[in-house]
């Protein structure tokens, strides 16, 4: 596994078969105004690039764009592949997912169909994320989907409702 820092984002990457599992990118939305995510890749240096497509509140197409450069890509490495995007069929439309990373934690949700977080931390930082995640979006009607380790206890970042008398 390696870890890296991008736009001071910490991510990192598992290799299996020659394979490199990118996990905590940082993912942007490509502006109107750019041509194509190669494009935009290059403007911000990067050499590579991983992107989806994904449909905005108005019903447009929109395209997400995570930069990858050279010196980012772990040896022995010879195809790259996000966490998140493999993740996130099987939390749509609206779900989250922690993953055990050696040491460390992804996480991953989506709202609408639409990736919101692929975070990577310790177990504090992962249970932070979660609980501003659960904070910030109404739970959907018929409830998140959710995948997590078993030995992941999620009931200290559900948000708690204040008794007030």
């Given amino acids: 596994m390696s870890e890296n820092n991008q736009n001071n984002r910490n991510f990192t990457s598992v290799i299996k078969n020659k394979r490199a599992f990118f996990s905590g990118l940082d993912w942007k939305t490509l502006p109107s105004e750019e041509k194509n995510a190669r494009t935009f890749a290059r403007k911000n240096d990067a050499e590579y690039f991983l992107s989806c497509q994904y449909q905005d509140s ?8 995570a930069f990858i ?16 995007l493999m993740i996130k069929p099987l939390i749509e439309p609206d779900g989250y997912a922690i993953c055990e990373l050696g040491d460390l934690y992804g996480f991953v949700s989506c709202v609408n169909n639409v990736l919101v977080n692929d975070v990577v931390g310790n177990k504090s930082q992962i249970m932070s994320a979660l609980t501003t995640f659960l904070e910030f979006n109404e739970t959907p009607e018929p409830g998140w989907k959710l995948y997590q380790p078993e030995s992941w206890d999620i009931s200290q970042a559900l948000p708690h409702s204040l008794c007030l008398r």
């Fill in 58 to 65: 108005e019903n447009e197409t929109k395209t997400m764009v």
């Fill in 69 to 84: 450069r050279k010196e980012d890509l772990p040896t022995g490495a010879s195809s790259f592949w996000s966490l998140a």
